[in-house]
Every structure is written in structure tokens, then in C-alpha cells.
């Protein structure tokens, strides 16, 4: 299938609109989740499991290592609450030795204008596993245009 020949950009005036509805929609249905089951106000994948007696051993993985087998994945970004929630996600990364995958990234292939909101290496520490993340439909259409040298550029930026 050939990409489509239409220009790469950010610039999608919706984006930050649709973001915003997606946090307001998870926390939404959270709260509507405890009113109907306090069960709920916990975690229950992590409540489920007793503290082990031992810590468990590193599992490395990409050259890091990590303390825990979660990761934190597909994150998201383009609005000023998703750049808090990002910088907090990444803190708990560090905190816990989990690995962190950042949202989608084609908004900062082209407009950095929102770049903030995936810039969380700082915050992660050098040790956290951080992973980009792209849509094939993105890489597809860089790879048309003799573009992929913007996605190199981006892991470095993100240091990811």
C-alpha cells in the first residue's frame, strides 16, 4: 500500500481537543467505576499481589534493567494536564524500576510545540527503559519521503 501524498505535519487543530476528552473520559469512568464498586479504589492488579519476602531480581531488558515486569505504556501528550501526568507517570517509573513507553509522538515529529509533554528522561532517570512510540501509518509516509532521518532525531532528542 503506498502512503498517502499528503504533508506531514502536527498541525492537527483537533488534537489537543481530543486529548483532553480522552483524560477527562479515563477519569470519568474511574470515578463512576468507585461509585458502583469501592472495590475500586485500588489497584487491583498490584493489591492482588502479596509483597514478595525477597526483592525480585533485575530483569534486564534494552541495556537497562527493571525491578518490576510492568510497563508503563502509550502514554499521552499535546495538552498542559497530559504533560503533568506524563512527568508523574515518569516519576513512578524511576521510583519502582518500571519501564515507561511514551504516547504517540507524530504531534513532535514536525512541531515542537508540545515536545514538553514527552520530554520525561530527566524525570525518568537514565536507568528507565523509555520507548517512543509511532504509528505505522507515520513511519510509512517518512520512509516515502527519504524522511526517516526525523525519527532518529526524535529518539535523540527524547533520548529514548
Avoid at 6 to 29: C, N, S, V, W, Y
Avoid at 67 to 96: D, Q
Avoid at 111 to 130: I, M, N, T
Amino acid at each position: 500500500m503506498k502512503p498517502e501524498k499528503q504533508p506531514i505535519t502536527g498541525a492537527d487543530p483537533e488534537a489537543a481537543r481530543r486529548k483532553r476528552d480522552h483524560i477527562e473520559l479515563a477519569f470519568e469512568a474511574q470515578l463512576e467505576a468507585a461509585r458502583v464498586d469501592e472495590r475500586f479504589w485500588y489497584e487491583p492488579m498490584l493489591a492482588a499481589m502479596p509483597a514478595p519476602d525477597e526483592p525480585l531480581p533485575p530483569l534486564p531488558f534494552a541495556g537497562k534493567e527493571l525491578r518490576l515486569p510492568i510497563w508503563v505504556s502509550s502514554m499521552t501528550g499535546g495538552t498542559e494536564l497530559a504533560h503533568t501526568i506524563n512527568h508523574n507517570l515518569a516519576r513512578a517509573c524511576r521510583e519502582f524500576g518500571m519501564g515507561m513507553g511514551l504516547g504517540s509522538c507524530r504531534s513532535i515529529l514536525w512541531d515542537k510545540q508540545r515536545f514538553a509533554d514527552f520530554d520525561v528522561r530527566e524525570v525518568a532517570g537514565p536507568d528507565v527503559p523509555l520507548f517512543a512510540n509511532l504509528g505505522i501509518a507515520q513511519v510509512e509516509q517518512l520512509l516515502a519521503r527519504k524522511a526517516a532521518d526525523r525519527i532518529e532525531a526524535l529518539v535523540a532528542e527524547l533520548r529514548a
